[in-house]
């Protein structure tokens, strides 16, 4: 009864949009002619979109970014903190355990992909844990978002993705939380 | 059929209105468009007889194409209102429709590109080297010029750190669009702060256009010239006016409450007058 | 299974009042949650625009309430008539309440794809309607930037005028929720019209108003992203002290501007004007698509050329991302740059024209029907050509340097979006009253207020061009101010052009009157009007055969099976002169 893996992915996939789940017709009883439920694509579409919309709102960003460093004279290149090739790891690697958690989750191997699922959620918290350490150790250095145009491009776009893959590890609680639940 | 044609009876009287709207709107349009009660002052530059002509040109294609399309969509109200028959049945014509694409495609890229040469000769060519050159500060709500004296040298201004270090020391005045003493260019250079701005007839002038706090816009109708002044740029435009006379300069871009009271004198004077002019403000 | 089951029944028919009109996730009710949230923002946009046309020809007078004008007020008051026409108008209604409404129903689905999304989108856009109004009511007052919020003095603070201080910030913030909201909204319009069409609803197929609502959808997508980033970024510029847009040592109100330096405001005027101009087709894109369904539907004719007019709508869609520069012209941007975005704005000219020839075509030969939503049609037609034809004059750049920023460019917007915008509209709400509410609208009364509001803006709108030829400015507080100097002696613009002001204000107030007609009659038309049949209009497209208003899940379960063309009128040899998209061939009746 519980949807065939591939079902179970595209509701783990896309688990934000919990309650928009298909019309699927009357409220009662559910003959044959009920309106077909959305189809699977339709969160594929929808995913694929969003994604088109963030990456304007980041090429906005970055050709900001290009156009301000070359103006004026009062560029100066960041300092970073080390942390943040650590991050950088951090990140590839919770695509990585993602991607082992599909790959579990369609050979059916439930526990597999329950552990795999969790190391992400735990990696994506960390990375955003550890920009946030970035950023203290900025402040302690006395760079902050109005210091320098770099440090402001700096500041906006680690914020911007960070709430972008803080919205992620929120999504991947939820599904956790729901397959738990099971 | 009854119902249609119940409906078809009014449809006339509201199609012999509309019609009628259209062709009056037409006319009225076209007489003011030609009457012109209302219209440019003259030019005082010879681009701005080409951009005139440029609009001119403009005005006949597009006024014919505004008569065709609303003389006609009157015509197809009116010739086609119900009349409880059927209606004729067509999915439209691709031969008609290749035309009328190549024929706009012509006529508008044509006209823009026709319009380009005005353009290109305010903006695609330098001004020549023995331009005079005129400094233009827009600030709210005022116009300030500078004019750099017999050296043809613009001094420096002060930077920002020192008026800074002058505020902090009570010299309350201080600004960094202030001219820097140190600067011998600077010497002779006359400033006219929310001053008036002299050109001298039939010689060419550079403006050099700033702004020191927003974004302004300097526009004097009769140059048909507009050039907004961006802080933190230095724009230069450059035009020869040959009537002698004075104009308005405006501001036109919005910068703040009383931008529409930010507005001076643009006088063009013979030579003679002009010397003695910039006489009269240097020793002020 | 269990959770699925359970969302599934989430969405059946709501029944306590909140869910179902507040909270409601059914696209119909948020469609008219939208409605109302635009019919309240045009009429306060318009009461702002009766203060603004009684300041500028008796600029001394006293009003009660609000005493004497002054001049930062009546730049406050265009700066929110702007915003609030522009945003909280053209972009909610056209698009987002009349294509939330129709456009599921238009390709046969129940719903939204995304009908929890398409909730929170419309109550953000409400939150973000309350944060703009609420400028009016903090110290310094609304914002006086304008609707395109030019840096630096959008971005200095109060320190450039009054309503730059927290006025400015609300606005800034407003608006950033404004694209939050448009971007859910774009997801939905576009992932619904690709995924959730019917049996048989082919591209090709679907009503041209489906399609403008879902390239409009794309056009938002990509364009508000944009908006947003550059609302954070003069966010911050505002109140954490960042250089994005300002440059250094500004001196403003005799003070040295010391912590801010090497930013950019043409890069704001970029970033908005690369949203801006898809965001003015945003504006008419459904509007056209109105206007042809409409056209098509009373003339009862195929329309014409109905894959031009699906090219011509992408066309429009793709080109407007490739001409924001004309906003530019004299900005400082390149010189080379204007010449390559001036040729790309004349050839937009194309796509359009194609479209009036199309309409003129679908005229050609019908059998037309003055339904007060046709005459409406019509009007779009006759105010789009119009005002489009003023755009090839601002296209050129050497033309544009004398008419930028004067009233000229007024005349052009207002026309083109104020008004043929605004058209489709109306014609919008008469044609789909009948679906909505299952009540008719009073045809006599929509035919003056018809008559009043056409010949209303045309004489609003048509002398500002001269106006502005003219060489006068827009945005100017105060026209006593401005001295007309020609030829040496001083020949008062006073004299000269305030009597064309003062008959504008005229026709103003009398076409904004007019509009309590159309309120009055929406009003009373939900409670008292005519009952409607199913299909008053005998159109084909699938709303019209369902009852009015549509029962929750629209299709009462059954899916609709699509067999033609969404414009079959008049075919020949066919008994009735329009054959709906959901017959069979064996359903219809030969003549
Ligand atoms: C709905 C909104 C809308 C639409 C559709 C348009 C459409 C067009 N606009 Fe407009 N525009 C605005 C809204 C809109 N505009 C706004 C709001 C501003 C000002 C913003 C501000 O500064 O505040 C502006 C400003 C603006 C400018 C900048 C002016 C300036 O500030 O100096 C320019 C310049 O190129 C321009 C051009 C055009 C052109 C070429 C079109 C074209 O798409 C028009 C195409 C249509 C036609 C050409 C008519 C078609 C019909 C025919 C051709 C019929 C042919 C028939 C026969 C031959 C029988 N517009
Ligand atoms: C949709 C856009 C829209 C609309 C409808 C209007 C409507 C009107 N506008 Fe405005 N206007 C703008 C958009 C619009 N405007 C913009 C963007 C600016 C620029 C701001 C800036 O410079 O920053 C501007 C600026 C502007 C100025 C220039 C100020 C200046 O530069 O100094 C003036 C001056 O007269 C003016 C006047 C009017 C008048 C008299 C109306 C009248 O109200 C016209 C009568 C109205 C109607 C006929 C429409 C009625 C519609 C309905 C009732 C709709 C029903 C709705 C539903 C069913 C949901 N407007
Ligand atoms: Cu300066 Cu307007
Ligand atoms: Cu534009």
């Known amino acids: 009864m519980p949807g065939t893996a591939a079902e179970q992915l595209e509701l783990q996939a896309h688990p934000g949009q919990g309650g928009g789940f298909p019309p699927s017709g009357d409220s009662g009883g559910g003959g044959d002619d009920r309106l077909s439920p959305i189809p699977r694509r339709a969160y594929m579409t929808v995913i694929t979109l969003a994604l088109g919309a963030i990456l304007m709102f980041f090429l906005a960003l970055t050709s900001s970014y290009i156009v301000r460093r070359g103006l004026g004279t009062d560029w100066k290149n960041l300092a970073l903190p080390r942390i943040l090739w650590v991050n950088t790891v951090v990140l590839l690697a919770s695509s990585a355990t993602l991607e082992l958690a599909r790959k579990a989750l369609s050979r059916g191997q439930r526990e597999a992909f329950r552990n795999f699922w969790l190391l992400t959620t735990g990696l994506g918290m960390v990375f955003v844990g550890g920009q946030l350490i970035a950023w203290r150790q900025l402040h302690a250095a006395g760079v902050f978002l109005s210091t320098n145009p770099s440090s402001s491009f700096f500041y906006v776009f680690t914020a911007a993705h960070g709430l972008h893959v803080l919205g992620g590890v929120i999504a991947l609680l939820y599904v956790a939380f729901r397959s738990w639940q099971k | ?284 | 299974m269990a959770s699925h089951a359970s969302v599934a029944h989430a969405h059946a028919a709501p029944t306590g009042f909140i869910r179902k009109y507040i909270f409601s996730v059914d696209h119909k009710v948020i469609g008219i949650q939208y409605f109302l949230l635009a019919l309240f923002s045009v009429f306060l946009g318009m009461a702002l625009s009766v203060l603004m046309r009684i300041h500028l020809v008796w600029p001394n007078i006293h009003l009660p309430f609000f005493g004497q004008l002054t001049s930062d007020q009546y730049v406050a008051l265009l700066t929110m008539h702007g915003t609030i026409m522009v945003f909280m108008v053209l972009t909610t209604a056209p698009q987002s309440g009349f294509g939330n409404y129709f456009l599921p129903i238009q390709i046969g689905a129940a719903d939204m794809a995304f009908p929890v999304i398409n909730m929170l989108s419309f109550w953000t856009t409400f939150v973000s309607l309350v944060v703009m109004v609420a400028a009016f009511f903090v110290e310094g007052g609304a914002p006086g930037g304008g609707w395109t919020a030019y840096p630096p003095l959008s971005a200095l603070g109060k320190i450039a005028g009054p309503g730059q201080g927290t006025g400015q910030t609300l606005w800034v913030i407003g608006l950033a929720i404004f694209c939050a909201a448009s971007l859910m909204g774009a997801l939905n319009f576009i992932t619904t019209t690709v995924d959730l069409r019917t049996k048989g609803m082919s591209l090709m197929r679907m009503p041209l108003t489906v399609w403008s609502w879902f390239i409009t959808a794309i056009l938002g997508l990509l364009a508000f992203g944009v908006l947003l980033a550059a609302c954070v970024l003069l966010l911050l510029d505002r109140v954490a002290g960042t250089s994005f847009f300002i440059p250094g040592g500004l001196v403003a109100t005799d003070t040295i501007i010391s912590q801010h330096s090497g930013g950019s405001p043409l890069l704001w005027q970029h970033l908005f004007w690369f949203f801006g101009h898809p965001e003015v087709y945003i504006a008419i894109l459904p509007g056209m698509g109105v206007a042809s369904h409409v056209l098509s539907t009373f003339s009862r004719k195929p329309i014409f050329g109905y894959r031009a007019m699906v090219y011509a709508l992408s066309g429009i869609g793709f080109l407007g991302f490739c001409v924001w520069g004309h906003h530019m012209f004299v900005s400082g941007m390149s010189p080379y740059s204007a010449f390559a975005f001036s040729i790309m704005t004349m050839s937009i000219g194309v796509p359009s024209a194609i479209k009036t020839f199309n309409w003129l075509g679908t005229l050609w030969g019908g059998q037309i029907r003055f339904t007060t939503a046709m005459l409406f049609a019509i009007g779009f037609v006759s105010i789009f050509v119009t005002g489009g034809l003023s755009g090839l004059f601002l296209a050129q750049p050497s033309v544009d340097l004398p008419l930028h920023d004067t009233y000229f460019v007024v005349a052009h917007f207002h026309l083109i979006m104020g008004v043929a915008a605004i058209f489709g509209i109306f014609s919008a709400t008469y044609f789909w009253f009948p679906k909505m509410f299952g009540k008719h609208l009073n045809e006599g009364v929509g035919k003056v207020h018809f008559w009043l509001t056409f010949a209303g803006v045309y004489c609003i709108f048509m002398p500002m061009h001269f106006l502005g030829i003219a060489g006068h400015e827009r945005r100017y507080a105060d026209l006593n101010s401005v001295n007309y100097l020609s030829g040496g002696q001083a020949a008062n613009f006073h004299g000269g052009l305030w009597p064309v002001q003062l008959f504008i204000s005229f026709a103003a107030f009398v076409t904004i009157a007019a509009q309590l007609l159309f309120l009055v009659n929406f009003i009373w038309g939900i409670w008292g009007g005519k009952r409607a049949e199913m299909n008053p209009w005998e159109a084909t497209t699938l709303e019209w055969t369902i009852p009015g208003p549509p029962p929750h899940d629209n299709f009462g379960g059954v899916v609709p099976v699509i067999y033609r063309g969404p414009y079959e009128f008049s075919v020949p040899g066919e008994k009735r002169d329009f054959v709906p998209q959901h017959l069979s061939p064996e359903q219809v009746e030969k003549a």
């Open chain 2, 1 to 284: 059929m009854g119902r249609q044609r119940k409906r078809c009876k009014g449809s006339t009287s509201v199609a012999f209105a509309l019609a009628l709207f259209l062709i009056l709107f037409t006319a009225i349009t076209v007489y003011l468009f030609i009457a012109k009660p209302w219209w440019f002052p003259a030019p005082i530059t010879e681009v701005g007889k080409l951009i005139d002509s440029q609009f001119l040109r403009t005005l006949v294609i597009t006024g014919i194409v505004f008569i065709l399309a609303q003389i006609g969509l009157a015509w197809v109200v009116f010739r086609y209102r119900g009349t409880g028959k059927r209606a004729s049945y067509s999915e439209g014509n691709t031969a008609m429709e290749v035309i009328w694409t190549l024929a706009t495609v012509v006529l508008f890229v044509g006209l823009g590109l026709y319009a380009e040469n005005a353009w290109a000769i305010v903006h695609f060519t330098p001004a020549s080297a023995g331009a005079m050159q005129i400094e233009v500060i827009g600030q709210q709500f005022k116009w300030n010029f500078r004019y750099s004296g017999p050296d043809g040298k613009f001094g420096k201004y002060k930077t920002v750190e020192k008026a800074l270090e002058q505020r902090s020391r009570g010299n309350m005045n201080a600004s960094p669009w202030q001219l820097d003493p140190a600067d011998p260019d600077g010497k002779d250079d006359i400033l006219l702060p929310a001053g008036q701005i002299a050109v001298p007839v039939n010689r060419e002038v550079e403006l050099l256009i700033r702004s020191q706090d927003v974004t302004h816009s300097f526009f004097v109708r009769e140059l048909r010239l507009k050039q907004d002044a961006v802080p933190g740029m230095i724009i230069r435009i450059h035009f020869t006016a040959t009537v002698i006379g004075d104009y308005e300069l405006a501001c036109a871009e919005l910068c703040g409450a009383n931008h529409n009271t930010m507005r001076t004198l643009f006088r063009v004077m013979s030579e003679d007058d002009f010397q003695k002019w910039l006489k009269e403000q240097a020793a002020n």
